[in-house]
């Protein structure tokens, strides 16, 4: 649990960690070869961690220093990923793709993770199945079977991350070329792309697509992790919600353009620099208006941090949720903050107050409870944040990196 005593300015330099979900999908591309793989600008983690417990049990072997991890081996990979890492988070589910692309059979438990209404795996299933592999359902797992994945042309209906991740990482190793047309276009998805063409496969981005020529074994490589757009978001709000001024370093402008916009239409001043962005936060913010949406759109995990910068708005905002239809955990403990936030199917309308107030809140995945800390820093008096285990799987050092920017935040068992 994390205690916040609100109302304190946030001023100073932040160094932003190397994305989540860009080391994810790296950690679990190091499947696809048993040469050695290094990885730097990993941040410490929960998830990261549950990453690398899953690569090692299924054969790989991995040091993990400074913020470098260094993954080999495992010629021969078990081809079962236990469920009870799988079920951790949703992420692990990417490991289905390299293990039948390795083995040529794969076990894999259906996924857990966050909270955010139902996510189903259907668009991995169905491209795994183009790409020639048998699958199949059983007792909450998915079994997938090809003696070797043949590339084909994959249409997927929403641009799911996920989906795209799970065929570039199938089709590095498949015979042939992979099209995924209606791709996403995440940061953290080309990061991905650049990583395979190092270990060897080609990755051309087109229009409307990807393609990606697989290769019978794919090389070692060596990679850097791009920034964290959210967490740099996150702090960015920190600084904007407590009328102060932040510096994200380290950080990568143009992957936050849509959020920055918005961020400057609340009245914000956003300056930037090739690898730091700075934002003033304005003495009360105007409302605005957006919708989530695929990158480059204003992105869906920033919506719950956001939100809470824009319920002490001037104004009514609307805030429509087009990625995930539920994505709405943090509303009502919000609310409990003095918030005035109505939902109605997919949108928010945010009645902006004066003032929020300290309250006992709880978080109930990675992003609400990043929007719960944001309210809480700008709140009246003291609030406690309970987010085990969730933002330790997203924020590095989340209370040292906000107490070294003038924040008044300390940890207590809960
Ligand atoms: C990733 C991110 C997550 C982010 C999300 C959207 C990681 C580890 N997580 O999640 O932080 O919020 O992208 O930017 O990178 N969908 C289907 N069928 C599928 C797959 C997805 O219907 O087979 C739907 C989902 O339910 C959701 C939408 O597509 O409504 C987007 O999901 P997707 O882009 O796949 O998100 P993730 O990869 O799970």
């Not at 260094?70 to 692990?92: F, K, Y």
């Not at 042309?153 to 070329?177: H, I, K, M, N, R």
């Not at 936050?256 to 620099?273: I, K, N, S, Y």
């Not at 429509?320 to 003095?338: K, N």
Request: charged residues 25%; neutral net charge.
């Amino acid at each position: 649990m994390i205690g916040i005593h609100g109302g304190h300015r946030l001023e100073g330099e932040v160094r932003i960690s190397g994305a989540k979900n860009a080391a994810l999908p790296a950690i679990f591309a190091t499947l696809l070869t048993p040469e050695p793989v290094v990885l730097r600008n990993i941040p410490r983690l929960l998830d990261v961690e549950t990453a690398v417990e899953l690569v090692r049990a299924l054969g790989k072997e991995v040091r993990w220093e400074d913020g470098v991890l260094r993954i080999w081996g495992g010629e021969e990979l078990c081809p079962e990923a236990p469920a009870e890492l799988v079920q951790r988070m949703r992420a692990s589910f990417l490991v289905l793709g390299p293990l039948v692309a390795r083995t040529g059979s794969a076990r894999v438990a259906l996924p857990g993770g966050c909270a955010l209404g139902p996510r189903p795996v259907d668009f991995h299933l169905q491209g795994l199945a183009r790409l020639g592999a048998q699958v199949e359902l059983h007792d909450g797992a998915v079994r997938a079977h090809a003696p070797r994945l043949r590339g084909a042309l994959v249409y997927l209906d929403f641009p799911s991350v996920g989906a795209t991740e799970q065929l570039l990482l199938a089709g590095a190793l498949a015979q042939g070329t992979t099209t995924v047309v209606n791709p996403a276009r995440e940061p953290e998805v080309v990061d991905l792309a650049v990583l395979l063409g190092k270990m060897g496969a080609e990755v051309h981005w087109g229009l409307d697509r990807v393609t990606i020529r697989g290769r019978p074994a794919l090389s070692g490589a060596e990679h850097t992790i791009i920034p964290d757009r959210i967490e740099a978001g996150t702090y960015l709000l920190a600084g904007a919600i407590t009328r102060g001024r932040v510096r994200a370093c380290a950080a990568c402008p143009e992957h936050l353009r849509a959020f920055l916009d918005r961020l400057e239409l609340a009245g914000a001043e956003v300056a930037a620099g090739e690898d730091w962005v700075e934002v003033q936060g304005p003495a009360r913010p105007r409302a605005v208006d957006f919708r989530t949406w695929p990158y480059p759109g204003f992105p869906t995990d920033l919506q719950p941090p956001m939100v809470a910068f824009l319920a002490l708005a001037e104004g009514r905002s609307t805030v429509t949720e087009t990625v995930y239809a539920a994505r709405f955990g943090h509303v009502e403990p919000l609310l409990q903050m003095g918030a005035r936030i109505q939902v109605a199917g997919n949108v928010l309308v945010v009645e902006g107050v004066e003032r929020l107030r300290g309250a006992r809140v709880e978080a109930t995945d990675i992003r609400a409870g990043a929007a719960l800390v944001l309210a809480a820093l700008a709140a009246e008096g003291v609030s406690f944040v309970r987010g085990d285990p969730h933002l330790a799987r997203g924020y590095e050092k989340l209370g040292e990196k906000l107490r070294a920017l003038g924040a008044r935040v300390w940890e207590e068992p809960d």
